[in-house]
């Protein structure tokens, strides 16, 4: 059946410093992959979207990656700060219409 | 703002009852997904609509069931609840094949 792996412990790391979250698929093909950002109580909100035919996506102080060989998707937060502590989900799509499939999710705490 | 406005916040019942949730996305014309959200996990996918009809569904039982009004509105009904749907209910639109809005979700307890 379809898996999707996030990091299950907590994350934790210093203001400044860069965190990479790490989210791998099993027994899926997924056309696109997205990451969303969710803070207790509210719903998840979406960050960024890479293809399967893109390797690299970046917005402001994040980058995505996607290598679909290895099945894997990186997710970088450089200069990270402390209103970055939240829980990060990775989301895979396979077109059609918009049934996302969520990993648990990784939380990360960004000290100062 | 995503757009996209669920009713009510929290909601609180017993095994057995119904229980009806209400989304209003803030523009038409998209996707409108319900997703189940238990406690340390991940969202997982019930069902989606699109121009008032079911498109996709997820692994959950006839228990679930959904309606898509000609204003965009969805409603996601539960019967006969169970200890085990207490969670966080998601709603959200999108058009296909893009990011997701989501709303705040409904948290749903049962005793």
């Known amino acids: 059946s379809q898996k999707i792996e996030q990091n299950s412990e907590a994350l934790n790391i210093q203001e400044g410093k860069t965190a990479t979250l790490t989210c791998n698929y099993t027994n899926y093909s997924p056309a696109y992959l997205q990451w969303y950002r969710q803070d207790p109580g509210r719903g998840p909100v979406f960050l960024l979207l890479i293809r399967e035919n893109e390797k690299e996506k970046r917005k402001e102080r994040l980058k995505v990656t996607f290598d679909t060989t290895l099945k894997q998707s990186l997710f970088h937060i450089t200069a990270s700060q402390p209103a970055d502590s939240a829980t990060y989900l990775c989301?895979?799509?396979?077109?059609?219409?918009?049934?996302?499939?969520f990993g648990a999710g990784t939380r990360l705490a960004v000290h100062p | 703002d995503a757009g996209v406005t669920q009713s009510p916040t929290h909601l609180i019942k017993t095994r057995g009852q119904q229980v009806t949730l209400r989304c209003s996305p803030k523009?038409?014309?998209?996707?409108v997904s319900w997703y189940q959200q238990a406690l340390g996990q991940g969202p997982q996918f019930i069902f989606q609509?699109?121009?008032?009809?079911?498109?996709q569904r997820g692994n959950f039982p006839d228990r679930f069931s959904g309606h898509q009004f000609p204003n965009y509105s969805s409603e996601l009904n539960v019967n006969a609840l169970l200890l085990g749907d207490s969670a966080l209910y998601l709603c959200a639109r999108g058009a296909k094949n893009q990011p997701q809005h989501f709303g705040d979700g409904t948290r749903l307890s049962i005793l």
């Open positions: 523009s038409g014309h998209d996707t």
């Open positions: 609509y699109y121009e008032e009809e079911e498109r």
């Open positions: 989301a895979l799509g396979s077109g059609g219409y918009n049934k996302l499939i």
